[in-house]
């Protein structure tokens, strides 16, 4: 039986992970498990999944652990060399879901010859995509992007040569706020943006979603996985999330990735692939659905996928300092401390106050870069505070 490992299990992504290993019983046995700091969700999950190792990133919370864990014969550890060991264990699938650019390091550390990514988290791309892509290629590993518009692209490319590739359309929802006014989504609480209308995901990227940064982070993300000028990429907006990405060919074809809003779906083609495998996922029904609808973005009131646009063309450092910026202004925003605007206003700032660089050409490059857009994102925050604004 193959096996797979899981970074960031506890998770959103990682709990779709779970129900498909339910469905395709004698598909993978699972090797390591890896969370944040939640121990008794990542006990449980290592004891469901009955894996061989669990590793918590809160280096205080090894005992703990290894408590919830005593008597199941599932060995653990906890801080950054536990989750490096959980990524490095055997393993011919590693799914990579943890968060934000925490998720770099492991996922890097889990390269190897032969061996497969599923990668769904996208900061990595962001943060360090030229690094990133380029060692998984001296390395001999393979990724395969399990978040939406990527996958259903990959899939959709199938039709013709990478020369042939006009241009690659990547659909959004639009988010909570697609009909709101720039006043009321000025006043929206955290509470309004996390309700998001077609997906249920972690909190970090149903933020980004409402803001459209989700949206910019993806472009990035295409770019690098898909190796063609930022230009060759656009977004659009589509309220039902049913066509997921589009590839428009040299003679006018186009090719498109649909499925039901549902992380079931790519992740099943992941960890498939090239094969299928039967699913319980929500199955499409066009009649059902009766219509699907396609608007511009609103670059106006959604002001990151411009910031993204400019963090693209300019390569370099640039998308690595959006990308840190937005989580801290993210966190900040949850945490009530700055208004909606905040999020986009100190990522602005903070791409103002730092000059550019050249792209990380290590994960070391790509964390120091991020340490310090975080320290000037910190310093910035207190201007766009939620009583200012
Ligand atoms: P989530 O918040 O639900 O889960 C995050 C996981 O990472 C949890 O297991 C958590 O314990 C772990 N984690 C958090 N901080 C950590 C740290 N510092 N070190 C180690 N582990 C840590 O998030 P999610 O929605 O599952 O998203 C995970 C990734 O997948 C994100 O990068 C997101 O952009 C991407 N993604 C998610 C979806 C989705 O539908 N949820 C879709 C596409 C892409
Ligand atoms: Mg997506």
Redesign the pocket.
């Known amino acids: 039986m193959k096996r797979l490992s899981i970074?960031?299990?506890?998770?959103?992504?990682?709990h779709s992970v779970r129900t498909l290993l339910a469905d395709a019983p004698g598909l993978y046995e699972v090797e390591a498990v890896?969370?944040?700091?939640?121990v008794a969700a990542l006990a449980e999950t290592a004891r469901a999944l009955n894996a061989r190792f669990a590793a918590i990133?809160d280096p205080a919370a090894g005992r703990a652990l290894a408590e919830a864990l005593a008597g199941s014969g599932i060995a653990s550890g906890a801080g950054p060399s536990a989750?490096i060991e959980a990524a490095q264990r055997e393993a011919d699938v590693v799914v990579s879901?943890?968060?934000?650019v925490?998720?770099l390091a492991?996922t890097v550390a889990a390269f190897a010859p032969g061996r497969r990514i599923a990668l769904?988290?996208?900061?990595c791309l962001v943060a360090a995509g030229a690094f990133f892509m380029a060692e998984a290629a001296r390395q001999g590993t393979e990724i395969l992007p399990?978040?939406?518009e990527h996958n259903a692209i990959f899939q959709a490319l199938e039709a013709g040569p990478r020369k042939a590739v006009e241009k690659i359309t990547l659909t959004a929802s639009g988010g909570p706020f697609r009909l709101r006014s720039r006043e009321e989504i000025a006043r929206a609480v955290p509470k309004d943006a996390l309700k998001h209308p077609n997906?249920s995901?972690?909190?970090?990227?149903t933020i980004?979603s409402a803001t459209l940064m989700n949206k910019g982070l993806e472009l990035i993300e295409a770019m690098h996985l898909f190796a063609l000028p930022p230009e060759r990429f656009d977004a659009v907006v589509h309220p039902e999330s049913v066509v997921h990405g589009l590839v428009s060919f040299v003679d006018g074809s186009v090719t498109a990735g649909l499925a039901m809003p549902d992380?079931c779906v790519p992740i099943a083609h992941c960890l498939a692939f090239p094969d299928r495998i039967v699913t319980s996922c929500r199955r499409l029904d066009l009649v059902a659905l009766g219509r699907l609808t396609f608007e511009a973005p609103d670059e106006g009131r959604f002001p990151a996928l411009a910031l993204a646009r400019a963090a693209m063309a300019a390569e370099g450092v640039a998308a690595t300092i959006l990308n840190a910026a937005n989580e801290v202004a993210v966190a900040a925003y949850l945490e009530g401390r700055i208004g909606f605007y905040g999020i986009t206003d100190t990522v602005a700032a903070t791409l103002d106050r730092i000059n550019g660089g050249p792209a990380p050409a290590s994960v070391a490059d790509a964390m120091e870069a991020d340490a310090q857009a975080r320290r000037a994102a910190a310093v910035l925050l207190p201007k766009f505070s939620a009583k200012a604004s």
Not at 34 to 38: L, S
Not at 120 to 123: F, G, S
């Open positions: 970074l960031g299990a506890t998770g959103s992504i990682g890896a969370g944040g700091r939640d990133a989750l879901a943890i968060v934000g925490a998720g492991p769904a988290n996208k900061e399990v978040d939406s997906w995901m972690g909190a970090k990227i980004d992380m």
